[in-house]
């Protein structure tokens, strides 16, 4: 758990080092200086500022932080603020729906199925007589 913290830390630190200066000085140098300091040293996040966080394969705690961070420092005014938290609040219901989780599953295993098709083949090992006759066969067979 700790090592994961870690690793995010790296990803926190890699992501404010790539933004613009007016979002990373809302950032208090604290807070900065603690993710800079309590990273992972020798992992090193490889994070596209071209692509979309989400689509970066993040870390859970990285995307958690983030959006504590953008919660704390970036949102200007309460209305964003509730605007943001109620997004995140659908987002819950939305990843905890009933429904969704039978459909995501239902079809994950249609494609488990799909791809694979299983036999039960019995193996039954021969007995003394049955492997004594095949030797006998096969000693024929040659000649």
Request: hydrophobic share 30%; proline share 3%.
């Amino acid at each position: 758990m700790l090592e994961d913290n870690k690793l995010a830390y790296s990803e926190i630190d890699k992501i404010l080092s790539l933004l613009e200066d007016k979002y990373k000085e809302k950032v208090p140098k604290k807070v900065r200086k603690f993710f800079s300091e309590e990273k992972d040293s020798e992992y090193i996040p490889k994070i596209d500022p071209d692509k979309p966080l989400i689509e970066q394969n993040l870390k859970k705690q990285t995307l958690s932080i983030l959006a504590l961070l953008n919660l704390s420092y970036w949102c200007e005014d309460e209305k964003e603020k509730q605007k943001f938290i109620n997004q995140l609040k659908e987002n819950e219901k939305e990843k905890y729906n009933v429904d969704n989780l039978f459909k995501n599953k239902e079809e994950n295993s249609n494609i488990q199925l799909n791809k694979e098709k299983l036999e039960i083949i019995e193996y039954k090992k021969k007995n003394f007589i049955q492997r004594f006759l095949n030797k006998i066969i096969e000693f024929f067979k040659r000649k």
